[in-house]
């Protein structure tokens, strides 16, 4: 990025990161705010360092949007930790396998992505967990949470580790200056 930022990191996590936290306080007034995150099951078998995390040394395409996911993840349950759920509900969620432009590069990745897309989501379909979290009649119990196709799940043993999303959201703050 600009900024000097592997730029996956810098879209996928520090963008949301930087811009929830200036909207938080309107939210807050508000009636009950939600914050939808969506993250993706390649969190899955990804690890993050909180001393590495703007230009990883083992940086590959597929790592760095698996290593953003995972960050989302943690972001959205540490932001919980710091939220009444009476005013603002914050949950994360995979939106499926989605035939979006994201496999349009060449190389194997492109000629998988480009195979297997007519068994993928449509956009629309993809759409729908998201549309269902900031929808939900009763969103507190998915505070929080991680969900996939309309109900939480489990994620990664690491997208759990609180002190890992405590040093998370401390490193994104000083790297976005708040």
């Not at 009476?86 to 000629?111: K, S, Y």
């Not at 196709?149 to 489990?154: E, F, G, I, N, P």
Request: aromatic share 8%.
């Amino acid at each position: 990025s600009a900024d000097g930022f592997e730029l996956t990191f810098a879209v996928n996590h520090l963008a949301p990161f930087l811009l929830t936290n200036l909207l938080l306080d309107r939210l807050r007034a508000s009636a009950v705010s939600r914050i939808v995150t969506v993250a993706s099951e390649a969190h899955r078998g990804n690890r993050i360092d909180t001393d590495d995390l703007t230009r990883p040394r083992d940086w590959t395409m597929m790592r760095a949007y698996g290593r953003s996911k995972l960050c989302n993840i943690l972001f959205t349950r540490e932001l919980a930790s710091r939220l009444d759920p009476g005013q603002v509900i914050a949950t994360c969620l995979h939106p499926g396998v989605v035939a979006t432009g994201f496999g349009q590069r060449g190389g194997l990745v492109g000629l998988g992505w480009r195979l297997a897309k007519p068994f993928m989501l449509s956009p629309e379909q993809g759409a729908e967990t998201s549309v269902f979290l900031a929808m939900v009649p009763d969103p507190k119990p998915f505070h929080g949470g991680y969900v996939v196709r309309k109900a939480l799940s489990q994620p990664d043993a690491a997208a759990l580790d609180g002190s890992l999303a405590r040093r998370l959201w401390d490193e994104s703050a000083r790297l976005v200056g708040l």
